[in-house]
């Protein structure tokens, strides 16, 4: 606690980092604020049917991602979403499509191209998510629209409304990452995840003092243990093993015939992070974007189980996808014959393998290996809310014991931290750990 406070006084007498701070905190409350701004014209005492709508299944991670704001009919219903869906789509452009890769090799004017597309593509998805939202508002509390505004009328201001809030949402992130600290657009994601916590954690003690099947005292402190080993796993995961001692990666490829000083190869055990979860994830919500505005009961018993978040098939499909999506991420972002040639023409080279092409083998040979514990690792922590669920947590709740969510949570901390501890060394000052050592996803030492 000694060592808490001190830092936070150091961290005040940094005009700049002080600054950034108090940045950081007012943009932050503006988002909140805006959650709760509700469309105009809509009464928001008759969204009791939306609110009940998305207590659970896949409604509640839209619900969630956007802080609330989805299940308030706020005017930042859709959230920062849609920016991310867009950059997820220019991201396997540029690895697709020789325009956009030509764009990525062209630097800082490229990059700008690159946005552009991005913030138009925001602008489309936008543009068709909104009306999409509106419709099941209607269904949801039709009654809730203000007398005599007919919903023909209200739907075409209401999406330019909820578009343009969702743009400011990312014009807030992006004045963060400039002028606050952190990773804005990734810090107002934890902030509309982190909102939710406080009522799921109350909601969940009460559960288990008041039901009668709760278990009481001893099942919360069993459940706070393993929640703690989850996050625990998951900060092993945000982090990453920087670098893979030769010796192992010759055993996982079949070599033993090594020997001499320990060496590194630069190879992270999980060089996908988070990624192959938003993927997946983003392929689950196509049977939610299906039938969601119709009746879910019509639906088959596949497209049904694939609307229940804790239904085996669907975690089943959820954990392949990952693992799938793991492998493909990995391979687009690591590519062994530029790794080779880099190290040929810095006159490195792995003991025991020829330079060139035979090392580019030897490298794919090791990611091949070491990919498939990350990905079975990835895939059981984004199923681990389903399996709280077997120890009736509370759907809430459980959404923190894993999945995107927790994942967000440690890389955002983790990353805004390694930042303060940077703006902390360079002044000569203290910083949160003795060792001056945090790690962010990237795995890379602040300093």
Known sequence: MKKFIETLKNIWKVEDLRQRILITLLFTAIY?????????GINPAMLDKLQSQTQGGLMSLLDMFSGGAFSNASIFALGIMPYISASIVMQLLAVAVPYFQKMQREGESGRKKISMYTRWLTVAILLFQAPSYLINLKMQAGDALATGVSWSVFIIPATIILAAGSMFILWLGERITDKGIGNGVSLIIMIGIIARLPQAFIQEIGSRFTAITGGGLV??????????????????LVQGVRKIPVQYAKRLVGNKQYGGARQYIPLKLFAANVMPIIFAQALMFIPLAIVQYSAPENASWFVRSMLDRNSFMYNAIFAVLIIAFTYFYTAITLNPTQMAEDMKRNNG???????GKDTADYIDDVMSRITLPGSLFIAFIAIMPSLAGLLNVQDAFSQFFGGTSLLILIGVVLDTLQQIESHLMMRHYDGLLNSGRIHGRGGVSAY
């Open 32 to 40: 909140r604020f805006g959650s709760f701004v509700v469309l105009p």
């Open 219 to 236: 099942m919360f402190i069993i459940e706070i243990l393993i929640l703690y080993a989850v996050v625990c796993a998951s900060i092993l």
């Open 349 to 355: 080279f792995i003991p025991g393998i020829r330079p």
